[in-house]
């Protein structure tokens, strides 16, 4: 890895269910857009109950595309505190990945600012490229008799679902932006973290 990043990543699971995929087949980009402006409008409100500045979704980054093979879903979009006029360079990305399995999901998620994603994103792909469901967890190990079904599809993670976590980790994402360089060595110990996750047996 290299010595710093503009930004910083996030690993997490969510073991959800197995995620049916079939509403990625005819997916609108501006539909899911839409979805995820009026998710985050919504979610907007509980900022503000907070004390959080409410954030706007500007647009894409990186429209979604979902790789059906290897189960992996990326998407982008650009965000700005509302009522401000960042300069382009300057305005918020989140850069999701998602990795679907058997009994959820893992999400892999980059902040950064528009004038560095394109020099951010080759780490997050080389760390999801590197994230892998044991045998017997993968997609397609699904049990349809016997397994959980999460109560969402893969738009969701688009739309609603996504919308709370773009508007905590943009807070978090500005934050670190303006004070700190992220180092690559927090990167590697959520690695370390995610690799044991992946590698744990289960009781």
Known sequence: FKKEMN?????????????KDDDAKNWDADELMDNLR?????????????????IEIIGWIEKPTYDATNHRLIWSAAIQDIGTNEPLNEQGVNYNTYLLGREGYFSLNLVTDRGSVDHEIPLAKRILSSVKFNAGQRYA????????????GLAALIGGIAAKKVGLLAMLGIA????????????VAVGALARKLLSRKKD
Do not use: C, M, Q
């Not at 190990?141 to 999460?150: G, L, M, P, V």
């Open 7 to 19: 930004g910083f990543i996030s690993i997490e699971y969510d073991d959800s269910g197995y995620v």
């Open 176 to 187: 670190l932006l303006k004070f700190w360089k992220v180092t690559a060595i927090g990167v």
């Open 38 to 54: 009026k998710g985050t409008k919504e979610a907007n409100k509980d900022r503000i109950a907070k004390g959080i500045e409410p």
């Open 141 to 152: 190990d699904f049990n349809e008799s016997t397994d959980k079904i999460a109560e969402y």
